[in-house]
């Protein structure tokens, strides 16, 4: 099993950053990928970013390209989700997840923090 708690949301202005973490514990040694994903309000789960816990290759939605940056802290067992240029459309539940297999989509995530919310005002 692995426990994942998200943190840092809060309510931003448009333009402005916020720094989610996502800290892991348990039977974190059998990860594979860390993912970011969202949900806003009415609308499908959609992919963020993801990174892999070996390698440290990472990937992002073309939606957040250029203004999120996904990291990696060893010591801590955290990932963070860096948002720079936050823009209303960005306002969602923002969840971690880990996969133990290689990741095409949600459904090869098998461990789910809760979330974090996350709005930008316009």
């Known amino acids: 099993q692995v426990q994942l708690v998200e943190s840092g949301g809060g309510l931003v202005q448009a333009g402005g950053s916020l720094r989610l973490s996502c800290a892991a514990s348990?039977?974190?040694?059998?990860?594979?990928?860390v993912g970011w994903f969202r949900q806003a309000p009415g609308k499908e789960l959609e992919f963020v970013s993801v990174i892999n816990w070996s390698d440290e290759r990472t990937a992002y939605a073309d939606s957040v390209k250029g203004r999120f940056t996904i990291s990696r802290e060893n010591a801590k067992n955290t990932v963070y989700l860096q948002m720079n240029s936050l823009k209303p459309e960005d306002t969602a539940v923002y969840l971690c997840?880990?996969?133990?297999?290689?990741?095409?989509?949600?459904?090869?995530?098998?461990?789910w923090g809760r979330g974090t919310q996350v709005t930008v005002s316009s």
């Open positions: 348990g039977r974190i040694f059998s990860t594979y990928d």
């Open positions: 997840a880990v996969s133990t297999i290689p990741t095409l989509g949600p459904t090869d995530y098998a461990y």
